[in-house]
T-cell receptor, first 114, second 114 residues
Framework: DAGVIQSPRHEVTEMGQEVTLRCKPI?????LFWYRQTMMRGLELLIY????????DSGMPEDRFSAKMPNASFSTLKIQPSEPRDSAVYFC????????????FGEGSRLTVL | GESVGLHLPTLSVQEGDNSIINCAYS??????FIWYKQESGKGPQFIID?????DKRQGQRVTVLLNKTVKHLSLQIAATQPGDSAVYFC?????????????FGSGTRLQVQP
């Protein structure tokens, strides 16, 4: 399996622009997670889905952030409008319903908002 | 590029020595714990896990110890190698009635001197 695939790997944009990050989970995995990693706050859970349904979005910073999972093989995290404080590495992870809870992470999308 | 911050506690060891990385977790009801390794520019990778009904688990060159009394986890790496240089995170999952998502600690940077 190719693992969790994220795109883009790097994104540089200007404040106010819309940013869309994409994730393809591992086939057959029922759970999908979006995490954000920053110097100050470490790895934070933003939202997670089970069978394409959002279960917990309490980590989403504010209304500028939205996430969707239209089908089992694709999810997006959108920021509109983006701000410099959104600069971070955004990770997508997935896991199967069975098993202990190990998450399989993608390589991350590094976002820089100028 | 770096994906984690500059303010992490750092453990510096000589190649061939044993390393012990410690972690204090937050939720006394958490029933599952994982150690992850994150190399620069990559996503976190699973190392080893342990359930709350155990106090020790061994893998290849790694051992995890769990002390529920003081909510403490440790990761022991035997015969540390330069390839072990990375940031190490402990993560916990709250009990079944709670969020089924991993909550990560702040991380420890391991530097292996050749």
């Amino acid at each position: 399996d190719a693992g969790v695939i994220q795109s883009p790997r790097h994104e540089v944009t200007e404040m106010g622009q819309e940013v869309t990050l994409r994730c393809k989970p591992i086939s057959g995995h029922d759970y999908l997670f979006w995490y954000r990693q920053t110097m100050m706050r470490g790895l934070e859970l933003l939202i997670y889905f089970n069978n394409n349904v959002p279960i917990d979005d309490s980590g989403m910073p504010e209304d500028r952030f939205s996430a969707k999972m239209p089908n089992a093989s694709f999810s997006t995290l959108k920021i509109q409008p983006s701000e410099p404080r959104d600069s971070a590495v955004y990770f997508c992870a997935s896991r199967p319903a069975q098993g202990g809870g190990e998450l399989f992470f993608g390589e991350g999308s590094r976002l820089t908002v100028l | 590029g770096e994906s984690v911050g500059l303010h992490l506690p750092t453990l510096s060891v000589q190649e061939g020595d044993n390393s012990i990385i410690n972690c204090a977790y937050s939720n006394s009801a958490s029933d599952y714990f994982i150690w992850y390794k994150q190399e620069s520019g990559k996503g976190p990778q699973f190392i080893i896990d342990i359930r709350s009904n155990m106090d020790k688990r061994q893998g290849q060159r790694v051992t995890v110890l769990l002390n529920k009394t003081v909510k403490h986890l440790s990761l022991q790496i035997a015969a540390t190698q330069p390839g072990d240089s990375a940031v190490y995170f402990c993560a916990e999952i709250p009990p079944r009635t709670g969020r089924r998502a991993l909550t990560f600690g702040s991380g420890t940077r391991l530097q292996v001197q050749p």
